[in-house]
């Protein structure tokens, strides 16, 4: 019996070695992921899974996509506004 418990602890060590190397893992991959930069037009474009798109959605709009709209509508308005200033010092 006594044999069996050793046996089993020694077994419990070990996984808990793995663990903890396999989160230090995990740790060293995360902190690298967030160092590197993310071209998000791609990352939409090859996202093989629809629910992956609408996570991203999720992030970029969190009120939804009448917030798309809007900002569309703002930046729709500026580039109007900059036309029509025809680079002149004197419009505002």
């Known amino acids: 019996m006594k044999f069996s418990i050793e046996a089993e602890t020694q077994k419990i060590e070990n996984e808990i070695k793995a663990l903890d190397s396999e989160k230090s893992k995990m740790e060293e991959l995360i902190k690298q992921r967030e160092e590197e930069p ?24 969190p009120d939804g996509t009448s917030s798309l709209t809007s900002a569309l509508a703002v930046i729709k308005t500026l580039a109007e506004r ?11």
Not at 82 to 92: A, C, E, G, I, T
């Open 38 to 61: 993310v071209n998000f037009g791609n990352a939409w474009r090859d996202a093989p899974v629809p629910n992956q798109k609408i996570e991203m959605q999720k992030v970029f709009y």
């Open 82 to 92: 900059d036309s029509n200033r025809r680079f002149s010092p004197y419009k505002v």
